[in-house]
Every structure is written in C-alpha cells, then in structure tokens.
C-alpha cells in the first residue's frame, strides 16, 4: 500500500478542535500489513492506494460527540455510511472513491475528506478457497478416510490433508462426520457483498432420486454455512459469526450441543450425549472398517454446539432399510446436486446475528460449513455433509 497525506492546516484545527483533542490523527492500514501503521493527518487531500476485495481499515483519534462516514463511488453513488468512530474501507470495483469523514463535537463539526484508489491486483486472485483454517470433524464412516488418516498424522497434518482435497479445484471431498463437525476456510482475498447477487459457491455429493410425486431429495445431508467478516484484521477467524439462514431457519434449534465418546475398541459404537439429556449410540457398520472417531486426537470425548436442523429421512414405502433423505428448499451445503448451481450459491443478505436478526456485512473473510442433522439411518448410518469446492461468484468464470 502507498500513502501520501498532506496535513490539514493545523492553525486552523488547534482553533476549533484543541478542547476536542490535542493532536488529531487518522491511523490508517492495509489488513495484511497489521504490524506496520503508518499515522496520517486529517486533511482533504489525503490519498490512498488498495487493491480491490483487500479492507482498509480508518480510525479518527480525534474524539467527538458523534461521526459520519460517507463513501463515494466513483460514478457519484453513495455507496456505503457509518456512524462508528471507525471504517473498514472495502470495494469490488477499481476506481477512485471519495471518503468523508464528519466529526461533530460541543465546538463544532470537522469534515475531511480522502480519495481511495482502489486498483486491480498484482497477482490474481483465485476464486476458489486459498486456506482451510480448521477440519474438526465428528465421528462418523468416513472420517480417517476423506482424508485418509496415517499413523504418525498429527492435527497439523490432517489440516494440510483437507487443504489440499478442497482448495483451489482439487476436487476431493471431505467429511465433516456426524453432526456439529466443521471446516472452516478462507480465500486470498474477502468476498466482497453483492447487493444484487449471492455471493459463494459450495461443491458436496448430494443427489436425487426418482420420485412419483417430484419430491427432491435421495442423498441430502444438509450443512449449516457460517460466514465471518476479518473485523480485527488480523488474519485468523476470531470475530464474531454469522448463520446464514436457509429455509428451515425458523425450525432449528440453536445452541445445541453434542458430545461424542470416544469407543473403547476402534470399531465399537460411538457414545453420544446432549444437552437435552438425550443419549443414545453411533453404530460402527460392518462395511466400513475404519475408526470412526478421529485418530489424530488424544481426547476421549468431542463436545460440538451449534444448530441443530429437523431430520429429513424417512423410509421409502414398504422398505425397512431404503431411507430418503429429503432435500431442504434452499439455503444448505450438500443439500442438492452440483448440477443445481442456483441451489448451491448463498447470498451473505441471510447472515444472522445470534438473536436471530439480520446483519449486514461489508464482506466475507471465513466460511465455516457444518453438519447439521443428527440422524442415524439404519445401514446407511449417521447424516453426514461433505465437501469439495467453494468459489466467490464473482470470481467464478462463466460458463
């Protein structure tokens, strides 16, 4: 990032302001530079240099009474306001845009304004994930197969596995197990918010089976997607995050929670517990030899809380071991078949806060997909979300 600040006229400012605060600043940065801020002056002049889908984050040290950012595109829109002390500066679209910033306090109002060249990247980004940042699967069939487990594989190395089947277009599906299992990925850049279209792209192994009545549905195994915006700007998913609610958002049960034990044998049935009171067992099916709690870990119970989705398996009619698993409306991972594209993207306007409410959000920096059914089917086993691919609809090439 290059910065160039004339200082505003500081005669002028200690005039007006000086009750407010002695020396006004603008620290300003790029978030892959977090170590390294370099302090600008106020001034109407000011001039900054970012590329596109990177933040830029503003903060005004000068304390006031109350605060007015206004972004301007540079056809004349307004495109963006805030009323906060500080700004993450974040656009899709090259241009120069004109920041303003108003700070009114018991003396007065100050207005400076900056203009921020937004400019293509040097490299590339890519549309498809860059990063898995945590696979923290639940027990389940294919777990230590999708990826393979290695005796010696520690957490680090399991990661490095799932980041290789998922990221860019690989295209080698992982499983997120029983309910509550996770991942959690990134790109090399933020997912920039489309007022008028979804946003990502999710990749699963869902698929239907012939109906008499139309019903969708055959292998479901829906998963919760999480979104999460790099508010700190430190690199690593630690803010606060966001469900995006689907069409059964009104019927989940939130802040559920599962804990999982690990069996005395290797193929032994899972131990299962939750916060309801409710317990039961995770059979081992025969066809399936492998361990099914992850052996990369030490611990001898997994706890998982989050949302919890109605079952959607039923048995087919006059079979005792033929389950249909009844794909939900919209809104889920794995939940239709690749093929239905319009039902596999998501758009960040169903982000939800914890009560319930709706968010915006400047942008996406951390998705997080988990498994959200728990249901056990007979000989085809627990509900289980799997993985392949994501990309940023906006990057994605068009077919």
Not at 104 to 116: E, I, K, Q, R
Not at 193 to 201: I, Q
Not at 258 to 277: E, F, K, L, S
Not at 312 to 339: E, I, K, Q, R, V
Request: some cysteine.
């Amino acid at each position: 990032m290059r910065t160039t600040a004339p200082f505003f006229p500081i005669k002028s400012m200690l005039q007006r302001f000086l009750p407010l605060l002695l020396f006004p600043i603008l620290y300003v940065t790029s978030c892959s530079d977090n170590d390294n801020i370099p302090m600008v002056g106020i001034g109407l002049d000011d001039v900054y240099f970012i590329p596109r889908m990177q933040k830029l984050p503003l903060r005004s040290e000068l304390t006031g009474n109350s605060y007015l950012w206004t972004v301007t595109a540079p056809s004349g829109e307004t495109v963006r306001t805030a009323t906060s002390r500080s700004l993450i500066f974040l656009e899709a679209e090259e241009g120069a845009y004109e920041v303003t910033l108003t700070i009114s306090g018991d003396d007065g109002t100050l207005t400076s304004t900056a203009t921020v060249n937004v400019y293509h990247e040097e490299v590339e980004y890519s549309p498809y994930i860059s990063r898995v940042y945590e696979y923290c699967p639940a027990p389940g069939q294919f777990i230590n197969t999708m990826p393979e487990f290695e005796e010696g594989d520690t957490y680090g190395s399991m990661l490095e596995k799932a980041t290789r089947c998922i990221s860019g277009t690989a295209d080698e599906l992982i499983s997120l197990g029983g309910w509550g299992g996770y991942v959690t990925f990134g790109f090399d850049h933020t997912l920039v918010s489309d007022p008028d279209a979804p946003e990502l792209r999710l990749w699963g192994n869902a698929f239907y089976n012939e109906t008499t009545d139309g019903t969708r549905g055959g292998s479901a195994e829906a998963g919760i997607i999480w979104v999460s915006f790099d508010e700190n700007c430190n690199g690593v998913p630690d803010d606060t995050w966001y469900e995006l609610a689907g069409s059964e958002f009104d019927h989940t049960v939130r802040n559920y929670a599962v804990t999982y034990t690990r069996p005395t044998a290797d193929n032994g049935p899972i131990g299962w517990a939750d916060c309801n009171g409710n317990s039961g067992t995770q059979p081992h099916l025969s066809f399936h030899s492998n361990p099914y709690f992850p052996q990369w870990l030490d611990d001898t119970e997994l706890t998982f809380t989050g949302s919890l989705l109605p079952a959607n398996a039923s048995l087919t009619a006059g079979s005792s071991s033929d389950y249909f698993l009844t794909s939900f409306p919209w809104g889920y991972a794995d939940n239709h078949p690749n093929s239905e594209s319009a039902l596999n993207s998501f758009d960040f306007a169903n982000a939800r806060d914890a009560a319930g409410m709706p968010v915006s959000l400047p942008g996406v920096d951390f998705v997080r997909v988990v498994t959200g059914i728990r249901q056990i089917c007979g000989p085809i086993g627990e509900t289980s979300t799997e993985l392949s691919r994501a990309a940023d609809l906006r990057l994605l090439p068009a077919k």
